[in-house]
C-alpha cells in the first residue's frame, strides 16, 4: 500500500507560481511510476506530468514548458512546480502512484492517489 498526501495548493494571479508536494509513505516513490493529474469543474480528470520508473518525464502539451516535475528520493516526494499560471489551469491537483508507466497519462494507469489540493488562478 502507498499513502499520498499533497500540499501547496493556492491561490495566485496569472503569470504567477506554484509548487505542490506529494509525500509518500508505504513505498519508495521511485519505484513507481509517480504521476500529477488536474480535474476542473465539469470536467475529466486529466494527466498533467508524469515521472516513469526511470525518471525520465512527460508532460501534457499545454503545461509543457511551464511545469517541472520531480522527485526527492532522500524525502520521498513527488514535486510539481508551476510556472507562468493561468486560469486554466485552475483545478484540483492530485498526486498518483501506479506499478508501471503503459499508459502515464491515463488515470487507468495508477492505483493510489492523494486527496488533492486545489489551485486556484486569477486573472
Known amino acids: 500500500q502507498v499513502q499520498l498526501v499533497e500540499s501547496g495548493g493556492g491561490s495566485v494571479q496569472g503569470g504567477g507560481s506554484l509548487s505542490l508536494s506529494c509525500a509518500v509513505s508505504?513505498?519508495?516513490?521511485?519505484?513507481?511510476?509517480m504521476a500529477w493529474f488536474r480535474q476542473a469543474p465539469g470536467k475529466e480528470r486529466e494527466g498533467v506530468a508524469v515521472i516513469s520508473l526511470t525518471g525520465r518525464p512527460t508532460y501534457a502539451d499545454d503545461v509543457a514548458g511551464r511545469f517541472t516535475i520531480s522527485i526527492d528520493n532522500a524525502k520521498n516526494a513527488l514535486y510539481l512546480q508551476m510556472n507562468t499560471l493561468k486560469p486554466e489551469d485552475t483545478a484540483v491537483y492530485y498526486c498518483?502512484?501506479?506499478?508501471?508507466?503503459?499508459?502515464?497519462?491515463?488515470?487507468?494507469?495508477?492505483?493510489?492517489w492523494g486527496q488533492g489540493t486545489q489551485v486556484t488562478v486569477s486573472s
Open positions: 508505504g513505498n519508495t516513490a521511485s519505484r513507481y511510476c
Open positions: 498518483a502512484a501506479g506499478a508501471w508507466c503503459f499508459s502515464p497519462l491515463r488515470s487507468s494507469n495508477y492505483n493510489y
